[in-house]
């Protein structure tokens, strides 16, 4: 009766372990699948390339814009705009806050926007 038993389990053993060797070969059919995602990436990175390029050339320089030009600014109201060119010029634009010129959370909103070009 031992035998028979031991019998089944070495079956039972033999088909779990021919059922992991299934279960592996399964993923290897998956590479041919994964190249076609790469390719729309890099569709996706042409395509996002000019609009990064495009805002580049909307930038505001701080030492020059006029109140009107910082007021149309997301964050900016009429008295940021008056301490913006009262402590002209600026070096850089993180200079809005290391001046203390704008709070930190305003500067964040427009930092994207802006740029502290140097008079020559």
């Known amino acids: 009766m031992r035998r028979k038993s031991t019998l089944g389990l070495l079956a039972l053993l033999a088909l779990l372990a021919t059922g992991s060797a299934f279960a592996q070969a399964a993923p290897a059919a998956k590479p041919t699948q994964q190249p076609a995602a790469p390719a729309a990436r890099k569709d996706t ?9 495009k805002p580049a050339a909307h930038l ?5 814009a006029t109140r009107d030009e ?10 940021y705009a008056d301490a913006i060119i009262k402590s002209r010029p600026y070096k850089s634009k993180d200079q809005l806050v290391s001046k203390k010129v704008l709070p ?11 740029i502290a070009k140097q008079a020559k």
Do not use: H, R, S, W
Request: no cysteine; charged share 15%.
């Open 60 to 64: 505001l320089d701080i030492n020059t």
């Open 104 to 114: 930190n959370n305003v500067y964040q909103k427009v930092k994207e926007a802006i």
């Open 70 to 79: 910082l007021i149309a600014l997301k964050g900016i109201g009429p008295a």
């Open 45 to 53: 990175a042409k395509a996002a390339a000019p609009a990064t390029a």
